[in-house]
């Protein structure tokens, strides 16, 4: 059974990390979360999930703007080989969300620890960061030490890594 976002809530108070959420409409996309952010402050994010050729499965999280080159990426995160979009089915699988809802919060569901969850270092410089809380529906900010505390305390050592842009073109 998946966490839902009360649980989250709960697990947040538990250990200790401040945290405060905003409800709006669903948003499925970073340019639809643009629309409805209103008063959210903080770093807004997007998260990748990724498998590599041994089918290793990663997390990357940044900030929404921040290019990521996925043919290199690989080299910065311990991938075998380059990596490749994880499915919808092995997302809700592993992570207990639905694709629209992919969050870091999804580590309190990835009891195995499959997940191998990656913090760009440029991100992890500002103080507030937003994510949804398992469900796409609302926003939860917390510090990004918060973010570091609550994903060890769910068993995930974050790797932060500065990840490669694209080449100019």
Request: charged letters at 20%; zero cysteines.
């Amino acid at each position: 059974m998946n966490a839902s976002p009360q649980d989250l809530f709960a697990f947040l108070n538990q250990n200790e990390i401040a945290n405060d959420t905003f409800e709006h409409p669903a948003v499925f996309t970073v340019e639809e979360s643009k629309q409805l952010r209103g008063p959210i402050d903080g770093g807004h994010t997007k998260n990748l999930f990724l498998k590599d050729k041994k089918s290793r499965l990663f997390l990357i999280v940044a900030l929404e703007e921040t290019r990521i080159d996925l043919k290199r990426v690989h080299e910065v995160i311990g991938g075998q080989g380059r990596v490749s979009f994880g499915s919808g089915e092995l997302l809700e699988e592993v992570w207990g969300v639905k694709p629209g809802s992919v969050t870091p919060f999804g580590a309190i569901n990835d009891k195995t620890h499959r997940v191998t969850v990656v913090l760009d270092a440029e991100m992890m410089k500002l103080g507030r960061l937003n994510f949804h809380p398992l469900i796409n529906t609302m926003t939860t900010g917390i510090s990004s030490e918060g973010l570091v505390t609550f994903l060890r305390a769910t068993g995930h050592e974050p790797l932060i890594a500065a990840l490669p842009a694209p080449a100019p073109v």
